[in-house]
């Protein structure tokens, strides 16, 4: 049975209301509830003063209703009285300024201190609750790197970052050697004179500032590790932690391997693209290759944006409905009823700050009854897009355009022409192989993991790789000499490259189109034939788009249009036409209208019609 629910604080009501709460779950057919995750200093009044009986109770009026419960670890938020104590677990920024408690995620995950506090309230959560069947799952923590805090500039870190970089390199001449640090006078000959990339006059080193990241990264997975290790010892049911939209500050595929499912928080975090949503559930799906939970669903109007705008009840339903058709098998809404008090009052929720319900509740229920048994088989292989995700990293230290956003301006447009096509979409990474796919994109790929460039030479399908890929090598240094086997694959030496302020015109088959942020000259090898010419700009008359046999490379970043003549041409073969979305799987597809009008959409020669917001499964009899 999938997973419905919500996120319940019964610490925000009267115990009197828990019965009430508790009854108005079941009747909206709420299965499960996360509680727990900022519950510290509610358990933990005072210093070793631990008290689980408000927990204890609330569980117990919930599971009278049948539902059961995921357990939080609190420790995203550690207590006024803990931080008082221990000053030392703040986080320090950048310009060296400590981060005040106050709301939450301000502990260094590099804190002795804090990683001792953190062992001793998990444990005591996992004491008092690891063998409770009404548990039926952990999530650690809450929401790491939230609020920007994966990476920490204080003493703690810069003590283990000279450790991890001992690790990594064994010689400071290697570092030296690697990071290229004669450069600007930085040879360093001492360990303890290597600091975080703190605020400085112009950039620090690059591959300094990519190791730096590699290491915050890898600070959030050893905390995280801690938390796993007393869960698993102690538990069996199995672990989560809530993963976010949008996000790659930490590396998520190294992060999933650390939990038993992934889940993650689906918000809007500006304007709604429906794309960019699906393309966020299609990357957690396949993080692990695997059905995940949508921890927290937005229900309509956040508080957190500049202007919270509200959404109607039937989109909520389309975002629920669009989770399960990408690989959910549950969704818990965020939250479930609304908070008169605290630093998310206008966050609304299914229930309003009266207690009654709402249009999202009912939108709600209704929903839970069409999909409480919905499954979807596993979505077809079809196409693929490479990630790695210290190429977000790396995009953000030294580069032709610091405009370049690479999963907005590099990722989602590819995305897009892919799922206009009507194709699923996978999320591979480095050591995953690309076999079994038709097409693969390979967008921006600063730097290419060899593996999976030596898998590409064998790769029997289509290859489509935009600029500036494979550009950069393990320490951010720009590759020019050894770049061989992606010679040998593209047909291309890459001869000059710039950034570009404005988009430039580029002939392409019938039509012109544009190519934006950086351009780059190539240089032809044997086999590598040019589609497309710049008409302007500093590569005028120079190759825009080669083919050598079935690789593809543009030397810019495209938009959709292009994208769409780039697949035509390539002979990708169209297996939808019209708005709706598509998702195939082995049995059955479904079809989803994100739109609030009726759309329609012709598969295979015949015509959906969609109502709006409406997702719909069609069985291969009726096509
Ligand atoms: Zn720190």
């Not at 690697?178 to 620090?204: A, H, K, M, N």
């Not at 047909?491 to 942020?517: L, W």
């Amino acid at each position: 049975m999938n997973w419905f629910g919500a996120a319940y604080y019964p610490e925000h009501w009267p115990r009197e209301r828990w019965k009430e709460d508790a009854r108005m779950m079941a009747y909206l057919g709420i299965n499960v509830v996360r509680i727990g995750e900022f519950s510290w200093s509610v358990v933990e009044k005072s210093p070793g003063d631990i008290d689980f009986s408000l927990l204890d109770e609330a569980i117990e009026v919930i599971y009278s209703e049948g539902i059961r419960v995921i357990m939080g670890t609190p420790t995203c938020t550690p207590p006024p009285w803990l931080v008082k104590r221990y000053p030392e677990i703040l986080q320090v920024d950048r310009d060296g300024l400590t981060i005040n408690a106050g709301s939450r995620r301000h502990y260094c995950f590099n804190s002795q201190v804090y990683r001792e506090e953190t062992i001793r309230i998990v444990k005591a959560y996992v004491e008092h609750y690891g063998r409770d069947p009404r548990v039926i799952a952990w999530q650690a923590d809450n929401e790491y790197g939230c609020h920007n805090s994966t990476v920490c500039y204080c003493e703690n870190c810069a003590i283990a970052f000279r450790e991890w970089l001992k690790k990594r390199y064994g010689t400071l001449d290697r570092l030296n050697q690697r990071w290229g640090t004669v450069f600007w006078s930085q040879v360093y000959r001492d360990w303890d004179e290597i600091d975080p990339p703190r605020r400085s006059l112009s950039s620090p080193n690059p591959s300094l500032m990519l190791d730096y990241r590699r290491f915050s990264s890898d600070s959030v997975l050893e905390y995280h590790i801690l938390q796993r290790d007393i869960i698993k010892k102690g538990s069996r049911a199995p672990l989560t932690h809530n993963f976010m939209v949008n996000f790659t500050e930490i590396d998520y595929k190294k992060m999933a391997e650390k939990v038993d499912f992934v889940s993650w928080d689906n918000y809007v975090m500006t304007d709604y693209d429906p794309d960019l949503q699906a393309l966020n559930h299609d990357l957690m799906r396949s993080l692990k290759k695997s059905s995940f939970l949508v921890m927290e669903q937005q229900p309509g109007r956040v508080n957190w944006r500049v202007v919270n705008e509200a959404y109607p009840p039937e989109q909520m339903a389309f975002w629920i409905k669009q989770s399960m058709a990408h690989g959910a098998f549950g969704s818990l809404v965020f939250r479930f009823r609304q908070l008169p008090f605290g630093a998310e009052q206008f966050h609304s929720g299914l229930l309003n700050y009266d207690g009654s319900t709402t249009e999202r509740a009912k939108a709600f229920a209704e929903t839970v009854k069409e999909l409480r048994n919905w499954k979807i088989d596993r979505l077809k292989k079809e196409a693929a897009i490479y990630i790695d995700y210290e190429n977000f990293w790396i995009g953000e230290t030294d580069n032709l355009n610091g405009n370049f956003n690479l999963l907005q301006d590099g990722i989602l447009p590819l995305y897009k022409t892919i799922r206009s096509f009507g194709y699923n979409v996978d999320f591979l990474f480095p050591g995953d192989s690309p076999s079994g796919y038709s097409f693969v994109c390979i967008p921006s790929a600063f730097k290419l993991d060899p593996e999976f460039l030596e898998a590409l030479q064998e790769f029997e399908g289509k290859i489509f790789i935009t600029a500036m890929t494979s550009q950069k090598d393990e320490n951010n240094n720009v590759r020019l000499q050894d770049n061989d086997s992606f010679k040998r694959l593209t047909g291309i030496r890459i001869i000059d490259a710039a950034g570009i302020k404005n988009p430039v015109r580029i002939s392409f088959g019938k039509d012109e189109y544009i190519g934006g942020f950086v351009i780059e000259a190539l240089e032809l090898t044997d086999g590598c034939e040019e589609m497309a010419v710049y008409l302007e700009g500093p590569f005028k008359g120079k190759p825009a788009i080669v083919k050598k046999g079935r690789c593809y490379y543009l030397s810019t970043v495209g938009d959709i249009e292009l994208f769409k003549e780039l697949f035509e041409l390539a002979g990708i073969k169209r297996m939808a036409n019209g708005s709706a979305r598509v998702l195939r799987t082995e049995s059955n597809m479904v079809l989803l209208n994100p739109f609030p009008y009726n759309i329609r959409i012709l598969i295979d020669g015949v015509v959906h019609n969609l109502r709006e917001y409406e997702v719909k499964v069609v069985l291969p009899q009726r096509i």
